[in-house]
């Protein structure tokens, strides 16, 4: 079936080196990929989204980049942070439907 | 800022009881969506609202109802629950039914059932 992966459970990074969080998404017709950030005890908050028809989107301190190619998503984190600790989520819209995948867990060694 | 409140935060439950979540979106928000997330897992759409009208249908199982009320809060309703029915389960709200206003989607605090 259709789904959204990630190829790492587990992230550990030393603060203030930068941080990239992969997955890989199978389906092809989604117009929109999603990247969310949960933290321990808390619902998932929208990070950055990028549209299948773009390859690079730049927000604070977050890009995402989107290689359809080799249906690979990306999301890289400058500069990381103690806060930025939590799972992180890729999604991908079907109809309005958000179909997330397996999350990273992002540990920040101060 | 207001954001998406759920209650109850904590629900135990036993075998076959039945339980109802609730979720009030954000103010002015028109979509409401219902996640499960098991341990571990990612979250599983279940079940969105627009307007009061179902809008899109995902993984729910057919002991589970919902519906989104006049004033835009919905409620989950779970009958005969089963002990894979624990988990937390997540509402979320957007405004707009825009493909770009349903990536950003606000999510509450989560309800965390448990069935003994």
């Known amino acids: 079936g259709e789904s959204v992966g990630l190829h790492l459970p587990t992230l550990s990074v030393q603060e203030g080196d930068n941080s990239i969080i992969n997955c890989a998404y199978s389906n092809s017709a989604s117009d929109y990929f999603i990247w969310y950030k949960q933290e321990s005890g808390k619902g998932p908050q929208f990070i950055i989204d990028i549209r299948s028809n773009m390859d690079k989107r730049q927000g604070q301190r977050v890009t995402v980049l989107l290689n359809k190619t080799v249906k690979h998503l990306s999301l890289q984190i400058a500069a990381t942070q103690p806060g930025d600790s939590a799972v992180y989520f890729c999604?991908?819209?079907?109809?309005?439907?958000?179909?997330f995948g397996q999350g990273t867990e992002l540990s920040v060694k101060p | 800022a207001a954001g998406v409140i759920q209650s109850p935060r904590h629900l135990i439950k036993e075998k076959r009881e039945t339980a109802t979540l609730k979720c009030y979106p954000i103010?002015?928000?028109?979509?409401v969506y219902w996640y499960q997330q098991g341990p571990g897992q990612d979250p599983q759409f279940l079940i969105s609202?627009?307007?009061?009208?179902?809008?899109d249908k995902g993984s729910i199982p057919d002991r589970f109802s919902a519906q989104q009320f006049s004033d835009y809060h919905s409620e989950l309703n779970m009958s005969s629950l089963e002990l894979g029915d624990s988990a937390l389960y997540f509402c979320?709200?957007?405004?707009?039914?825009?493909?770009?206003?349903?990536?950003?989607?606000?999510f509450g605090a989560g309800t965390r059932l448990s069935v003994l």
């Open positions: 999604a991908e819209t079907q109809g309005g439907k958000l179909i």
């Open positions: 609202f627009y307007e009061k009208m179902q809008s």
């Open positions: 103010p002015r928000h028109d979509t």
């Open positions: 979320a709200s957007s405004l707009g039914q825009g493909p770009e206003a349903k990536n950003i989607q606000y």
